[in-house]
C-alpha cells in the first residue's frame, strides 16, 4: 500500500517503538547547511528539489517542520553562495502537493512511490551531511 491508497499520518508516521529509543538529532549549523547545499547543486532538477533537503532536515538532523523558515534560510545561502537555485517563498508547499510521499518521512518514501531522482538527491545529500 502506498500513499495514494491511504492516510498519510498512518503510513507514514506510525508509532516506532524502536525511534522512541533514538536520541535527538543534533541540529544543522547553517554552515553545515551551506556546504551540503552547495555540494548537491549539481544533482538538483529545479528549485522544487530543495524539498528533498528540507525533508531530510525535518526527519533526520532536528530541523523545525517549517517550510517557510527553510525557504527563507536556503534562498539567502543559495544568494550569498551564487547557487543554481534559489528558493522562493511557495516552493516546498508546491512540491509537496506534486509529491505526496514528501509528507512521509524520508525512510518511508520507497515503499510510497518515491521518485528516483528524489532517491537519488535524499542519498547525495545526507552523505554530505556531518
Known amino acids: 500500500m502506498n500513499i495514494i491508497d491511504g492516510n498519510v499520518n498512518e503510513l507514514c508516521y506510525k508509532k516506532e517503538t524502536a525511534a522512541t529509543d533514538k536520541k535527538p538529532a543534533t541540529p544543522l549549523t547553517r554552515e553545515e547547511l551551506a ?21 531530510e532536515c525535518r526527519d533526520h538532523r532536528g530541523y523545525p517542520n517549517n517550510k517557510s523558515q527553510f525557504e527563507r534560510e536556503v534562498d539567502a545561502i543559495a544568494q550569498e553562495l551564487h547557487l543554481s537555485w534559489g528558493c522562493r517563498p511557495g516552493t516546498l508547499s ?31 545529500f545526507q552523505t554530505e551531511l556531518p
Open 35 to 55: 556546504k551540503a547545499v552547495a555540494a548537491v547543486q549539481t544533482y538538483m532538477w529545479g528549485a522544487s528539489a530543495y524539498a528533498v533537503l528540507f525533508c
Open 94 to 124: 508546491d512540491a509537496f502537493c506534486d509529491n505526496p510521499y514528501y509528507n512521509c518521512k524520508v525512510d518511508k518514501w520507497r515503499e510510497n512511490g518515491a521518485k528516483e531522482r528524489s532517491l537519488f538527491l535524499l542519498e547525495k
